[in-house]
């Protein structure tokens, strides 16, 4: 199993950036496949970008796309998530996950393990 703790959250003006950083220990990092997901009040879980296990590819929500960036660091056992250009619309809690499945991993149910979840808040 693994263990994902979430940073870097906060309040940013809109058009502004911000950076997510999420931690891992246990298994091997390089065996999971990760992925971002995010929940706004009174909304679904919908995910948000994944990463393959080597970082060789990537995948993104319609929504978020050319604005969102997900990177991992497998020696270090981090992956990132750099927003860009970002709008009140973003404004979620934004949760780190991690998978045995095989990318690109969009689905909720095939995320194995989660962290407990940063807030993002984007001001208009």
């Known amino acids: 199993q693994v263990q994902l703790v979430e940073s870097g959250g906060g309040l940013v003006q809109a058009g502004g950036s911000l950076r997510l950083s999420c931690a891992t220990s246990?298994?091997?990092?390089?065996?999971?496949?990760m992925g971002w997901f995010r929940q706004a009040p009174g909304k679904e879980r919908e995910f948000v970008a994944t990463?393959?296990?080597?970082?060789?590819?990537?995948f993104y929500a319609d929504s978020v796309k050319d604005r969102f960036t997900i990177s991992r660091d497998n020696a270090k056992s981090m992956v990132y998530l750099q927003m860009n250009s970002l709008k009140p619309e973003d404004t979620a809690v934004y949760y780190c996950a991690a998978s045995t499945g095989i990318s690109p991993v969009i689905t909720r149910r095939n995320y194995n393990y989660w962290g407990q979840g940063a807030q993002v808040t984007v001001s208009s």
């Open positions: 246990g298994r091997t990092f390089s065996y999971y496949a």
């Open positions: 990463i393959s296990r080597s970082g060789g590819s990537t």
